[in-house]
């Protein structure tokens, strides 16, 4: 008798600047598996669309796939703040949650669950290791400028942390005027304006998708290339948004969780199949996928036997070693600190990227991440790049 395939409900909240990051994280989910992205014969992902992943869209979103789908296990691409909400939904249905996130917000130990797993990207880590850097290169006295909708997360509350571990001091938070009938609208000419007016010892951007490659724009315009340290957010320097800019002149320094030129085994292996199988080059989603995969490889076996119990012991102490280094899945167990590589970007007609130093990493439980994990959030449910 043929085995019906592990049904994963998957949800899918929209994303404007990555519209494919579903696809691309699924063909990498089964790729890291070892398995065809077309077929879907051994596991079947059941996708649900979750608008921008608010809280009860999200909420809605699990109540359906566990009572009407009846899926095996949840996954997808959620924040943490939604984890109160969904996490008491699990553990009643007795269900495994294996979930994907980009890193915008510092987990709370709170929120976390028995059976909740995670393949995140960490960017919180990226931004405290750049804070940390930038305190001890420049010193004191620059300034942080981001849209409304980027102050939202714990990047810039990790990259002040890092700040003041370097040495603290004076370090001055721009948030750009928000436009309700035009939210994507950056009004940059007062932050623009203050920085020629002062001139920080340095600046860090947290911008998104189009809106980096904008502020990259006008920082050349205003003439303040090389003439002030500029230090971007790493997701600005993903090479899907800045070949897009490759012709304009720039130099700036960030932070990088994953260089797709590393030359281990594995990271070559993951872009040559990658590239195969969907004739694209690797991105962050691709990669979330394929790490998933390769823990799931592993832990397919038990699914196969509908053993959740071994399943979720597993995944509690199971690590791989993928396309950039050792990764596992489980906060409790202690994330694996991720390699975090301080970069300058050279832009003129083409891109390079230097390493010129490691980044220093904390665990997420650590005690000075506390205030920052016990505040109230803003506001922000979505998941970042989701609007």
Not at 203 to 209: D, Q, R
Request: charged content about 20%; hydrophobic content about 35%.
């Amino acid at each position: 008798m043929m085995q019906l395939p592990i049904k994963i409900g998957f949800l899918n909240p929209y994303s404007s600047l990555y519209p494919y990051y579903s696809q691309h994280m699924l063909a990498g989910f089964f790729l890291g598996m070892g398995e065809d992205p077309v077929k879907q014969d051994k596991i079947k992902f059941i996708p649900q669309y979750t608008d921008t992943g608010s809280v009860q869209k999200t909420k809605d979103g699990v109540r359906k796939l566990l009572n009407f789908d009846q899926v095996d296990m949840l996954s997808g691409l959620i924040s943490y703040s939604v984890l109160p909400e969904i996490t008491p939904l699990l553990e009643s249905h007795n269900k495994l949650g294996f979930f994907f996130d980009s890193g915008e917000y510092i987990p709370h130990v709170d929120y976390l669950s028995q059976n909740a797993f995670f393949s995140s990207n960490q960017l919180w880590q990226s931004e405290y290791a750049l804070g940390q850097w930038a305190r001890k290169e420049y010193g004191e006295g620059g300034i942080m400028v981001m849209p409304l909708l980027e102050s939202g997360y714990h990047l810039h509350s990790a990259f002040q942390k890092g700040f003041s571990m370097g040495g603290g001091g004076d370090l001055l938070l721009s948030v750009l005027p928000f436009n309700e009938e035009n939210p994507h609208h950056l009004d940059m000419d007062a932050v623009f304006k203050a920085i020629k007016k002062n001139v920080p010892p340095f600046v860090h951007a947290i911008f998104s998708g189009e809106g980096g490659n904008e502020f990259f724009k006008r920082w050349v315009k205003e003439g303040l290339n090389k003439e002030i340290p500029l230090i971007v957010a790493e997701h600005m320097i993903y090479d899907e948004w800045l070949d897009d800019i490759k012709d304009l002149e720039f130099e700036c320094y960030s932070s990088s969780l994953y260089d797709p030129a590393k030359r281990s085994v594995q990271n070559k292996l993951f872009k040559q199949q990658f590239q195969q199988a969907t004739g694209q080059p690797v991105n962050i989603f691709a990669l979330l996928g394929y790490e998933a995969g390769m823990v799931f490889r592993e832990i397919f076996p038990y699914m196969k036997k509908r053993d959740w119990d071994k399943v979720q012991s597993l995944l509690q102490k199971e690590h791989i070693r993928g396309p950039r280094g050792e990764r596992n899945f489980y906060p409790d167990a202690g994330f694996v600190l991720p390699e975090v590589n301080i970069t300058k970007v050279h832009s003129s007609g083409t891109i390079t990227k230097d390493i010129i130093t490691k980044g220093k990493r904390l665990a997420y439980n650590d005690l000075i991440f506390d205030d920052i994990r016990k505040s109230v959030p803003s506001g922000w449910f979505n998941p970042f790049f989701c609007v």
